[in-house]
Nanobody, 122 residues
Framework: QIPLVETGGGLVQAGGSLRLSCTSS????????VGWFRQSPGKEREFVAA??????YTQYADSVKGRFTVSRDDGVAYLQMSSLKSEDTAVYYC?????????????????WGQGTQVTVSS
């Protein structure tokens, strides 16, 4: 099992910044890929960003490139969000899976957090 807990969500004005954290007590966490996804009411869950286990490769959705940065440290992965827009409002989830980076990016991860709400006011 790989428990994941997201924190850091909240209410922010458009143009502002937030940093989300995804923490895990699993010993394997540092050795697996981690991704961030989001879901807005009435919309399907969408990929946001992902980072490989070593942190040396990242991937982003076009909608967040240049504004969001994914990083990781021992037992935690971060999503730094800047220049936030109202369309970034969503519940943000982190995901992880030992099967690899492609599985995470494709939304096929077996482990998901409970989500944290991000609301951007215009």
């Amino acid at each position: 099992q790989i428990p994941l807990v997201e924190t850091g969500g909240g209410l922010v004005q458009a143009g502002g910044s937030l940093r989300l954290s995804c923490t895990s007590s699993a010993r394997t966490f540092n050795s697996i890929a981690v991704g961030w996804f989001r879901q807005s009411p009435g919309k399907e869950r969408e990929f946001v960003a992902a980072i490989m286990r070593g942190g040396d490769y990242t991937q982003y959705a076009d909608s967040v490139k240049g504004r969001f940065t994914v990083s990781r440290d021992d037992g935690v992965a971060y999503l730094q969000m800047s220049s936030l827009k109202s369309e970034d409002t969503a519940v943000y989830y982190c995901a992880a899976d030992p099967e690899g980076f492609r599985a995470v990016v494709g939304g096929r991860a077996n482990y998901w957090g409970q989500g944290t709400q991000v609301t951007v006011s215009s």
